[in-house]
């Protein structure tokens, strides 16, 4: 690494150092990301305990008001994630192999599904408001708009890191033996995908 | 090995400072200069903070209400609280300190994510920004922000929630971006028990960070949604419970209170050693005894709300569980004097306020296990006594830790060294009045003077007055400990790279260091506590 007269570094640029270490720099993307998932368990963990808190204090409650959600929209939208999950491992396979535009073409289908689902979930709400259903009208609907509606900013805030893939590819930064940003947006949304898993029977589902 | 650089063979010598204007700071990705940022910002904090407990002082000089009404007193100890734990004790030594010298200690030449490390202080800077913002309707909450009453305040509790939840997203990156670092840019050689103890601190710091925090955040989005949405979590109106605000408050904010106290045992770890001229006793048990506390720290959150309406075995559990989170502290506290013991010791400042450090310490860790046994807390809640056992432990502790990392390391960041003789006064000062100030709050705590309000029953003025004088002489001392080191800053005498001839391997980085920290990876043979034996 240090051969010959060193390039003098600046404070606005990284050093060259082991960050450029390709292998290095991987493992700790990784190990970055998922320690960041382990705050996303917490932060939304938060959500299920309260969730629990209520649920054993108001069964009832949570019987008669569960059956106001549209169950058939609810599996619809669970199709549209798992399904576009799907599209994502099939897009980092594809970037692995070299296969850019691919991966792009797939990266573009799990954002469409992603804005399928966020559409669903607006007409859930504008059904919900319409049947004066808002977060301040009982418990049910308060742990209701919060989780999902948390979900769903993490659902845009995926859209843009799946985006952001597509322009380095676009700008040929990816290839076979460099796909990390893929790789990583892809676990993120995979936990995006599967909070939602959790999200769909704890409220749809079980009365 | 090679010897020690010499900061002459550097060229200009200013080392990462070489570069001078505003950009070369606010787009810089250079580890040492994020923590130079860190370091100012929360220093000037930490004086603002400082400033609202000497008019709450003032104020307590007298029974009655003289100075501000009753609402401005409890604007200003919710200032008081909110800025010293959210803007000073949780980011300075972690974000400061441990941005600087985690990756001179590691012998890398930047952390893992060096984007990352600079957008965390921006975030952080967008937090206290909204948090001055929502001075304009200022808090009278207390720093604990309970509900249903900060549901209700008239206060900006809303802005503030977003604010902190920014601050709790700066401290979240910046534990994420420590724990990838500690993992995957050690030093050839640099196994994890050869790694300095203050890096194991920050490695369980850091984890608290990362499992905490986002359970704060969401509590203050749902504090948020609770004014904004009418959401009913907390408002037992609407079937919510207040208690559960406390329990998911607690669940973060007990477990911080070692993210504040961590990082300062690990400056400890790193200068008794130093100035004993002796290996650390019992490394391996200091190192693990991090962890246990990070880990057991999770599970005692509980103790802040005996009085709170939990079930009596809910209670005794965690009554239970806090003497054994003692446990691990005691250990630290038996290793640090086990290295004293028959060392060489010298009174240079850093020592000074480590040594202040495990004095005060003693006495704040001893007084809370009679907050956390069921029967006295219940006569001691919400008195005079929690207040002096918390500043015991975060003032006398932590703020030691802080000012002796900052002595210690203050010739490697600047390049300068400390009149040593007016740091030692103004550590006199601190130290005495530090002592006066909180000392005499056992007493009218005991005695059965509640916290929080402006106003007290005339018995309790003597103990009153003795501890604002106190304030003084300790305010003054803080004042001198500034001037000294912003003179040290503009004409300090030049440092050599190794003034403590210490043996971790941020010491072989010149004084300052080089932007790159080091022209080769240091290859490590050994752990850095070899003191006394051979060289050092």
């Known amino acids: ?207 | 090995m090679e010897g020690v650089e010499r900061p002459e063979a550097e060229g200009n010598g200013r080392g990462y400072l070489a570069e001078r204007g505003w950009r070369s700071w606010a787009f810089t990705l250079d580890h040492k200069r994020v923590g130079a940022m860190y370091l100012w910002t929360t220093i000037f904090f930490f004086l603002v903070g400082g400033v609202f407990a000497l008019l709450l002082r003032l104020e307590l000089l007298s029974p009655q209400a003289r100075y501000f009404s009753n609402h401005t007193y409890n604007v200003f100890f919710t200032l008081h609280g909110s800025m010293m734990i959210f803007l000073f004790i949780i980011p300075a030594i972690p974000s400061g300190l441990g941005n600087f010298f985690i990756p001179l200690q590691l012998g890398a030449r930047d952390v893992a994510f060096p984007r990352l490390n600079l957008a965390s202080y921006w975030v952080f800077a967008a937090g206290f920004l909204v948090v001055i913002g929502s001075l304009v309707a200022p808090m009278d909450t207390g720093w604990t922000f309970y509900t249903p009453y900060s549901a209700k305040s008239a206060a900006a509790v809303t802005t503030l929630s977003l604010g902190i939840f920014l601050l709790g997203m700066s401290s979240i990156l910046t534990g994420l971006n420590f724990i990838v670092t500690i993992h995957k840019l050690r030093a050839p050689g640099m196994t994890w028990y050869r790694m300095p103890l203050f890096l194991w601190g920050m490695y369980a710091t850091s984890i608290i960070q990362v499992i905490a925090t986002p359970v704060v955040g969401v509590t203050f989005l749902l504090l948020a949604a609770e004014r904004v949405f009418g959401v009913g979590f907390f408002d037992p109106s609407k079937g919510g419970d207040p208690v559960l605000f406390q329990h998911f408050f607690w669940f973060y904010s007990h477990p911080v209170v070692y993210v504040m106290i961590l990082p300062a045992m690990g400056i400890v770890s790193e200068v008794i050693p130093v100035f004993s001229r002796k290996p650390i006793f019992g490394y391996k048990a200091i190192a693990w005894s991090s962890m246990a506390i990070a880990l057991g720290g999770f599970l005692v959150w509980g103790h802040h709300m005996f009085t709170s309406g939990m079930s009596p075995l809910a209670n005794t559990i965690f009554s239970l569980m806090t003497f054994f989170v003692a446990v691990p502290t005691a250990v630290k506290v038996f290793n640090w004097t086990a290295t004293l013991y028959r060392g060489s010791i010298t009174f240079e400042a850093p020592m000074l306020y480590a040594l202040t450090f495990i004095f005060l310490f003693i006495v704040g860790g001893l007084t809370g296990p009679f907050l956390g046994a069921l029967a006295t807390n219940v006569q001691l809640h919400d008195t005079y006594f929690v207040v002096a056992h918390f500043h015991y432990t975060m003032m006398g502790g932590t703020v030691m830790g802080f000012f002796a990392g900052l002595h210690y390391w203050f010739p490697k960041m600047t390049g300068k060294m400390l009149n040593e003789k007016v740091a030692r006064v103004a550590w006199a000062l601190i130290f005495v009045g530090f002592n006066v100030t909180f000392f005499t709050m056992f007493i009218v705590g005991v005695r059965g003077m509640p916290r929080r309000y402006a106003e007290y029953l005339p018995k309790f003025q003597v103990e009153n007055v003795v501890s604002t004088i106190g304030a003084a002489v300790l305010a003054l001392g803080i004042l001198v400990m500034c001037w000294n080191l912003f003179q040290g800053l503009r004409k300090g005498a030049p440092a050599p790279a190794n003034p403590w001839r210490a043996l971790s391997l941020e010491w072989r980085a010149a004084s300052p260091p080089e932007t790159e920290n080091f022209h080769e990876i240091p290859v490590v043979t050994e752990g850095p506590y070899g003191y006394g034996t051979k060289k050092a």
Do not use: Q
């Not at chain 1, 998932?37 to 299920?48: D, K, M, N, S, Y």
């Not at chain 1, 418990?139 to 948390?150: D, E, P, R, W």
């Open chain 1, 1 to 207: 690494m240090a051969t010959g007269p060193r390039r003098r570094e600046t404070a606005m640029s990284v050093p060259a150092t082991e960050h450029h270490d390709p292998a290095v720099a991987f493992e700790s993307a990784k190990l970055g990301v998922w320690t960041f998932l382990a705050t996303e368990v917490l932060l939304f963990g938060a959500l299920f305990t309260a969730y629990t808190v209520f649920r054993m204090k108001y069964p009832e409650m949570f019987r008669v008001e569960h059956a106001k959600l549209d169950r058939v929209l609810g599996a619809v939208n669970t199709v549209v994630l798992i399904t576009s999950s799907l599209m994502v491992v099939l897009g980092v396979d594809a970037i692995k192999r070299g296969k850019a535009r691919l991966l792009e073409a797939y990266f573009g289908a799990t954002i469409l599904l992603a804005a399928v689902f966020l559409f669903v979930k607006y007409t859930e709400y504008a059904a919900k408001f319409h049947h004066g259903l808002y977060p301040r009208t009982n418990l049910f609907f308060s742990l209701y708009f919060m989780m999902t509606g948390l979900h769903g900013i993490h659902v845009l805030i995926g859209m843009g890191l799946l985006s952001y893939v597509i322009v380095l590819s676009r700008r040929g930064r990816l290839s076979a033996s460099y796909s990390t940003p893929a790789e990583m947006s892809g676990l993120y949304w995979h936990f995006v995908d599967l909070v939602w898993i959790y999200l769909f029977p704890l409220l749809y589902l079980i009365g």
